[in-house]
């Protein structure tokens, strides 16, 4: 079955090994370059095939270096998604997942350097054993070129008793060398999973090193450490000719002393309008942090999460849409996403903050979550708000029967879906192709349904009100809790509503076995197409793309279910 999601997986793996197929290409086509060009044969005859070793990886660095800044350009894809009409359905979707995109660039960045610099430091070597008294030939002659007037030099080691590593660190090339590697092992350490969940607010601070890294970067082939023969030197000696008649050098009217040259740096050419684009998007952040937010409504709910109401002027969102926070009482260089929990409908627009770190502790802090007395509309801390960005969560939409799975807090974003849903269904002048939808939600901690339950609870209240209560089928399952939470459970135990979220409707303990799940949608909607949308950890992620091709027919006429994961 060649649904909808394997046309999707296919276009990102025709995406990645294109990245991967230039990248090759330009790795070997600069490889053989310096290997064959004539200008670098007396280098060659020093350094070996470590030179071309460092000079395609060096290319493969710039060109990487150039795609890493795109992927987080939120207005430039905002701007792509929004205006182009080729980013519709499946290339739309490859918008999406921009921060994946993102890091498998920055795996690039670290092999190429990783190959760079160990290249390099072999040539270091060599170019200092070819200063050794036992070095002799046409080794030894061209070690020696620039130790009199009117040479250039070739070997940037002068003699065999100089330090090479103090000798390096003396030129452009090894300091800004040596500030790039630091600054790559620092954003690459920072960036891992664990320290973006432990700290937040390290990984944010050390990431800005990347202006450090893209500066070291433009003025690194300054030093011009590797150098070749001149042009105009290639057209006075002849190298096939020459290049044994090294002992002739100084006297031979066909064979002058060879004169070298290092090569123009290239790599500020390739990040330029990168790093144009990206200063743009910062000029726009700030033009937003300008502008004026109206903070309408600070709800403190008991599970110590904080749900901010507030306007913009002329804001339009989206349902499954983020937006970036500021807030200049506890930092003034800090943006933090926030998924929007409100509707496009709704006059207002939304967030829950949940304390997962420094910032967002501080944050419920001055808003007065922590138990402190409610503070008065003018009293209240300045927000700045950037965007929004991100997909619109309205695929859903697009199939007769939708499953709408969170995990956690993955559940974010189906809060304004939820919504929307409600005002859409309500709404006589909207013919909606959408008839049912099954919400599942997995949380360990029931704590974290309090805030949820309160929407669901609304939203369960208004269908039943309407007559549509056939329209949204919900499960939430509760998969941790203690002996404590199971006797108030036994004590508490009510026939029509759920002691935990006061809901009609149940809450399951343990975690939903989706093989039964998906064979009674299956079996309930057997020639609908259904569309499959999730937000939570990866591998549940993979157990659901199994379940849609296990339960999805191979008759074109039965049941189809097509996975869309969501990325926030």
Not at 536 to 565: I, W
Request: charged share 15%.
């Amino acid at each position: 079955m060649m649904g909808c999601w394997i046309w999707h997986e296919g276009l990102t793996i025709i995406l990645v090994l294109s990245w991967l197929g230039v990248n090759l290409y330009l790795f070997i086509d600069t490889f053989y370059w310096y290997e064959e060009e004539e200008s670098f044969h007396y280098t060659r005859a020093i350094l070996g095939s470590a030179l071309a070793w460092a000079r395609a990886s060096a290319l493969c660095l710039n060109f990487n270096c150039m795609l890493i800044l795109l992927p987080v350009s939120r207005n430039l894809i905002s701007l792509i998604r929004g205006t182009s009409i080729c980013c519709r359905g499946p290339w739309r979707r490859q918008l999406d997942k921009n921060l994946k995109f993102h890091k498998l660039v920055a795996y690039g960045i670290a092999v190429h350097a990783t190959i760079h610099i160990v290249a390099h430091l072999y040539n270091l070597e060599r170019y200092h054993l070819s200063q050794t008294e036992e070095a002799e030939g046409l080794l030894a002659a061209l070690s020696k070129l620039g130790n009199t007037p009117n040479e250039t030099y070739l070997n940037p080691i002068r003699t065999f008793h100089t330090n090479t590593i103090i000798e390096l660190l003396r030129t452009v090339a090894g300091i800004t060398g040596l500030v790039i590697s630091l600054a790559l092992i620092l954003i690459m350490t920072s960036s891992t999973e664990f320290i973006r969940q432990v700290s937040y607010e390290l990984f944010w601070y050390t990431h800005h090193v990347f202006i450090i890294f893209f500066i070291s970067l433009a003025i690194h082939g300054a030093g011009r450490i590797v150098r070749g023969q001149t042009p105009e030197s290639l057209l006075l000696h002849n190298v096939t000719f020459c290049r044994d008649l090294y002992a002739e050098w100084r006297t031979a009217a066909q064979c002058p002393l060879p004169q070298f040259s290092g090569k123009e740096p290239s790599a500020w050419k390739w990040v330029l309008g990168p790093v144009v684009l990206y200063a743009c998007e910062r000029i726009i952040r700030f033009w937003r942090f300008q502008q004026e937010v109206v903070i309408t409504k600070v709800v403190s709910h008991p599970s110590g999460v904080l749900e901010l109401h507030m306007k913009k002027r002329g804001f339009k969102m989206a349902p499954g849409q983020y937006i970036l926070v500021q807030c200049p009482a506890i930092s003034s260089l800090e943006w933090h996403p926030f998924t929007l929990t409100s509707a496009p409908q709704e006059d207002f627009f939304s967030v829950h903050i949940r304390e997962a770190g420094d910032w967002t502790r501080a944050l419920l802090k001055v808003f007065g979550a922590e138990g402190q007395a409610p503070k008065d509309p003018w009293s209240l801390p300045r927000l700045a708000v950037d965007g929004p960005f991100g997909a619109a969560l309205t695929d859903v939409f697009h199939y007769p029967v939708s499953m709408c799975i969170a995990a956690g807090i993955g559940v974010t974003p189906f809060a304004a879906l939820l919504k929307s849903i409600w005002y859409k269904c309500c709404d006589s002048q909207t013919q909606l192709k959408l008839s049912k939808v099954y919400f599942y939600w997995i949380c360990r901690d029931a704590r974290a349904f309090e805030w949820f339950a309160d929407l669901l609870l609304s939203l369960e209240t208004r269908m039943s009100e309407q007559g549509k209560t056939h329209f949204l089928s919900y499960h939430i399952f509760l998969t941790g809790w203690d002996e404590n939470q199971a006797v108030h459970i036994a004590l508490h135990w009510d026939e029509n509503t759920d002691v935990i979220t006061g809901l009609k409707q149940k809450t399951f303990y343990g975690r939903p076995h989706w093989n039964n799940e998906f064979k009674r949608i299956a079996y309930n909607h057997p020639s609908s197409s259904i569309g499959v949308f999730f937000c939570g950890p990866k591998a549940l992620s993979k157990t659901l793309q199994r379940m849609c091709h296990l339960y999805s027919s191979a008759d074109p006429r039965g049941v189809h279910f097509y996975y869309n994961e969501e990325s926030f």
